[in-house]
């Protein structure tokens, strides 16, 4: 006699954690995520179905492969996680859609929805204001991290808010100190149209760029004409 596991049939889509890496396309028209462990190399949109990543042809999650999103059950378990080499990673709190496998600690499942990505503070400690290229990534997408205004200097940046615009799906980005960035609504707004919020942080960061520049600039100014 074959053990079957028991099916549920629940009112509503369970809720997870996770951790994952923000990531932003190398041509800046998509944005999403990547995640740490086993499908680190296969980055996933805000709404998004799950695919074997040994290449294999069955859907995920497949009861006799390691396939399928990953989640926890706990918040905490997952913030856990971010006292490893991950701790530069993203908290996401998403909705687990389709067939999923309940273990103990989580679920492995089909597909899901990103409801909120949680980044934390900058690397100077301040609150991070945008998430900017992190040095590294997978072929074709780089790897954003959380950076304050004064941090981001020359590199490659989305504010928190142009990220979730960009991500889409109604997707709501957080800072760690609890500043909450997203189209008013869980809606897209008009291509172009900003808020007064991402007026105020695009601001922030073009003085912070304009700063550095002039920086770089006076230091080839005291080398002279032949530095």
């Known amino acids: 006699m074959r053990l079957r596991l028991p099916k549920e049939h629940p009112t509503e889509p369970p809720t997870g954690y996770k951790i994952a890496y923000p990531v932003l396309s190398h041509d800046g028209t998509r944005a999403g995520f990547t995640g740490v462990s086993l499908g680190g190399a296969l980055p996933y949109?805000?709404?998004?179905?799950?695919?074997?990543?040994?290449?294999?042809?069955?859907?995920?999650?497949?009861?006799?492969?390691?396939?399928?999103?990953?989640?926890v059950h706990e918040r905490t378990a997952a913030e856990a996680l971010l006292c490893?080499?991950?701790a530069a990673a993203a908290l996401l709190d998403v909705t687990v859609l389709g067939a999923y496998i309940r273990f103990e600690l989580g679920f492995r499942y089909a597909r899901q929805r990103v409801r909120t990505a949680t980044v934390g503070r900058c690397p100077c400690s301040a609150p991070a204001a945008a998430l900017a290229d992190a040095g590294w990534g997978r072929?074709?997408?780089?790897?954003?991290?959380?950076?304050?205004?004064?941090?981001?200097?020359g590199r490659t940046s989305l504010t928190l808010?142009?990220?979730?615009?960009?991500?889409?799906?109604?997707?709501?980005?957080?800072?760690?100190?609890g500043t909450i960035a997203l189209v008013p609504g869980g809606a897209q707004a008009p291509p172009g149209v900003l808020?007064?919020?991402?007026l105020a942080a695009?601001?922030?960061?073009?003085q912070?760029?304009?700063?550095w520049f002039q920086t770089q600039l006076a230091r080839l100014g005291e080398r002279g004409p032949e530095g």
């Open 45 to 71: 949109g805000v709404l998004d179905e799950a695919r074997c990543v040994y290449g294999r042809r069955h859907s995920a999650p497949h009861r006799r492969c390691d396939c399928g999103f990953h989640c």
């Open 195 to 198: 808020d007064v919020r991402e």
């Open 161 to 177: 808010a142009a990220f979730a615009r960009l991500a889409g799906d109604g997707l709501r980005v957080r800072a760690g100190d």
């Open 202 to 206: 695009e601001a922030a960061l073009l």
């Open 139 to 153: 072929p074709g997408w780089r790897v954003l991290a959380a950076a304050c205004a004064g941090c981001v200097r």
């Open 208 to 211: 912070a760029r304009l700063d």
């Open 84 to 86: 490893t080499e991950h």
